[in-house]
């Protein structure tokens, strides 16, 4: 079936300007996580949604990083007044439940020029 | 807190090599184990994983054995191919009330003819 997927797979922005990235889950799934991947420091937890609640943002940077669910599904993470050290990749995962496996999605890199 | 310690890298193996990169944890409660791996260019992909103490994890030649007393979860393949090439991550999630994975930095392995 179909797994996890993103967009844009690749993302250029000058600094200052705001971003979104998607990210469908499996269908079906209740759980959906966002990590960042950077050279500097791995694989970092940005923050959890269980449906369209988010029980923990306490990973997510800055107040410039902001994230929803909608419907059960679909989630959007948004990065406002983008900065140099936001580049990275963006990686989504959805799991069944909270405490199931995890599997990701292709990732988004994001360029901030 | 939860932490994964995994061998420095990169790893430079000839085909056909046995491959084992080592991999402890620090976690509370009983904590479930995965490896993931993500191939150039490519998300993460989940490789194995275990439950349990003694569990042992397998898929693709590679396997992995959970080992509570060590608290340790070593990846092994008798013969390594090209097409293993890749970056190597070990993980856990910690279980009950816990959500997101604790990743290790990553170990990148190439194969060479």
């Known amino acids: 079936g179909a797994g996890v997927s993103q967009s844009p797979s690749n993302k250029v922005t000058e600094k200052g300007k705001d971003v979104e990235l998607r990210c469908d889950p499996i269908?079906?799934?209740?759980?959906l996580y966002w990590y960042r991947q950077s050279l500097g420091q791995g694989l970092e937890f940005l923050i959890y949604f269980q449906g369209n609640s988010a029980p923990d943002k306490s990973g997510l940077p800055s107040d410039r990083f902001s994230a929803e669910r909608t419907g059960g599904s679909v989630s959007t993470l948004t990065i406002q007044r983008t900065q140099q050290e936001d580049s990275a990749v963006y990686l989504c995962a959805s799991s069944a439940m909270t405490q199931e496996t995890q599997y990701f999605g292709p990732g988004t890199r994001l360029l901030v020029l | 807190g939860d932490s994964v310690t995994q061998m420095e890298g990169p790893v430079t193996l000839s085909e056909e090599a046995f491959l084992t990169i080592n991999c402890t944890y620090t976690?509370?409660?009983?904590?479930?184990l995965f490896w993931y791996v993500q191939y150039p260019g490519e998300g993460l992909q989940l490789l194995l994983k275990a439950t349990k103490a003694d569990d042992k994890g397998s898929n693709k030649g590679f396997e992995a054995t959970y080992r509570k007393e060590t608290t340790s979860f070593h990846l092994e393949k008798g013969s390594v191919q090209v097409s293993d090439s890749a970056v190597y991550f070990c993980a856990l999630h910690s279980g009950a009330g816990s959500y997101q994975l604790t990743f290790g930095k990553g170990t990148k392995l190439s194969v060479i003819p």
């Open positions: 269908s079906g799934h209740t759980a």
């Open positions: 976690a509370t409660g009983y904590p479930s």
